[in-house]
């Protein structure tokens, strides 16, 4: 047999089964600590009557069931209720076409960040990113690239940064 009652705090009717009496829970609707009662306490409305129409003649309007009425109440909440589902992402595309802003691509080439001897790719990196902003960077990924080094007529293999951002 299930214990109806309310939550203390926000009037929300719960139903328990009678086996988790003297149990704590919380209140899924207000996240209250709640004690679950021994038992339902009585309805303040006393008992209702059965209409004489009831007593028809068929076996279920004679029933116990069919002559208990419940008062069940609802409660009212003066805030908008959580959302369990969420929005799943936008696609970057529609991101995209939907904001004022353009993605932009931006390459950083270690090459192109040495300056009299002294290796400056991180220095310049670091600036770009700040400058963009974190939350305007969509993705940063590593490239290798082959190049003709002026002074030696060799390919040399170097390294650089491919950064895809809002600008």
Wanted: include cysteine; glycine fraction near 6%.
């Amino acid at each position: 047999m299930d214990i109806i009652f309310n939550c203390p705090k926000c009037g929300q009717e719960l139903a328990v089964d009678s086996s988790g009496a003297g149990s704590e829970i919380n209140c899924p609707s207000c996240a209250e600590k709640i004690v679950i009662p021994h038992s339902a306490p009585p309805p303040s409305t006393g008992n209702v009557p059965v209409h004489p129409s009831s007593h028809s003649g068929s076996p279920m309007s004679s029933s116990a069931a069919a002559k208990v009425e419940m008062h069940l109440k609802v409660p009212d909440h003066s805030h908008p209720g959580e959302s369990l589902i969420g929005k799943p992402a936008v696609p970057l595309e529609v991101a995209a076409k939907e904001s004022d802003r353009k993605m932009k691509v931006k390459t950083i080439r270690h090459t192109d960040c040495i300056e009299v001897g002294h290796d400056k790719f991180d220095e310049m990196v670091t600036a770009f990113l700040q400058r963009v902003g974190e939350t305007n960077v969509v993705s940063l990924t590593p490239l290798t690239y082959t190049h003709l080094d002026i002074g030696s007529q060799k390919l040399m293999t170097d390294y650089a940064v491919l950064v895809v951002y809002r600008g």
